[in-house]
């Protein structure tokens, strides 16, 4: 999948682009080199399954060659990049709740039903269980997790708010999902991956 290629030659990501742009298959082959690796660590945060994150990473690419003609790039390559496997990843893990849910109206013959209402009666309880989970944080570190992944604030004003550095505020907050998964299964981890996903969009933007 991702080869280890050791330490990498740079290339000017803007000459990547327009090569890429121009049909350039080697330019494609080097940007994939380039990336698949940090790709695949950060997807592997949210899915548990090797070949789920390596199927990703193939439309994250896919996407870019398929639209190599309108390629438009206004932070770095790399952000784009994350961008893209950002709602991929989010999108898969929908997918996955409404399976899981799909699943067990089958179990229970209850797909037929009016089940808005227990719709929002199962979303709420799995909500508060999330809730109940994040209050068990130190004091500090549940209110920079909050800030981070509840309230879309910016790392740089948490840090600034706290009088820490921005790689402090990373960490708690990698501190705190890795405490919150583990007291999580089923279709409540995939909820809080999916409010954790959508922190990460609104941080990368």
């Avoid at 899915?47 to 990473?57: D, N, P, S, V, Y």
């Avoid at 309230?151 to 501190?175: C, L, M, W």
Wanted: a positive charge.
């Amino acid at each position: 999948m991702c080869l280890n290629l050791g330490r990498q030659t740079k290339y000017d990501e803007n000459q990547l682009t327009e090569r890429i742009k121009s049909d350039d298959v080697d330019a494609f082959k080097k940007l994939y080199d380039l990336y698949c690796q940090q790709l695949l660590k950060f997807i592997s945060q949210y899915l548990k399954e090797t070949t789920e994150a390596e199927e990703i990473i193939q439309d994250v690419f896919l996407s870019v060659w398929e639209n190599r003609k309108n390629l438009q790039i206004d932070k770095s390559v790399k952000s784009y990049l994350f961008q893209i496997a950002v709602n991929k990843v989010y999108n898969h893990l929908k997918r996955k709740v409404v399976e899981r849910k799909y699943q067990y109206y089958l179990t229970h013959n209850d797909i037929n039903s009016e089940n808005d209402i227990e719709d929002k009666i199962y979303f709420k309880e799995l909500k508060e269980t999330i809730d109940q989970i994040i209050s068990q944080l130190p004091d500090k570190q549940r209110k920079i997790f909050q800030l981070s992944r509840l309230d879309g604030t910016p790392h740089s004003e948490i840090a600034k708010k706290f009088n820490i550095s921005i790689r402090t505020v990373e960490n708690q907050i990698y501190r705190a999902g890795k405490f919150i998964k583990s007291k999580l299964s089923g279709d409540i981890l995939f909820l809080f991956l999916i409010v954790n996903l959508s922190a990460d969009y609104r941080q990368s933007s």
